[in-house]
């Protein structure tokens, strides 16, 4: 059973810097990318960044510049360094985990950024 655990999230003012985490546990014998999406209310759930495994980062157009990840799929696990946060970055963020035969899903973590 695959799990992908997250933490971090929650409320900061604009401007402000946060910090989410994901660790993927169980059978993974090979993850092909770490992804974090965003998803806002009436909104179609969006992809932030994600690394491969060959290494290659990439990310969403409105968080290039502001938004970094790190990790390694190899290591499982994905750290997303938000900086210069906006209330428009508002929204459940989640970890996915991309596996030869599936893929698998957090539970999701709220940030909040107010103005």
């Known amino acids: 059973q695959v799990q992908l655990v997250e933490s971090g999230g929650g409320s900061v003012q604009a401007g402000g810097s946060l910090r989410l985490s994901c660790t993927i546990s169980?059978?993974?014998?090979?993850?092909?990318?770490i992804a974090w999406y965003r998803q806002v209310p009436g909104k179609q759930r969006e992809v932030v960044a994600n690394?491969?495994?060959?290494?290659?980062?990439e990310y969403g157009d409105t968080v290039k510049g502001r938004f970094t990840i790190s990790g390694a799929t190899t290591a499982n696990t994905a750290v997303l360094d938000m900086n210069s946060l906006r209330p428009e970055d508002t929204g459940v963020y989640f970890c996915?985990?991309?596996?030869?035969?599936?893929?698998?899903w957090g539970q999701g973590t709220q940030v909040t950024v107010f103005s």
């Open positions: 996915h985990a991309n596996l030869p035969y599936d893929n698998y």
């Open positions: 169980g059978s993974t014998s090979y993850v092909n990318a």
């Open positions: 690394i491969l495994s060959s290494g290659r980062v």
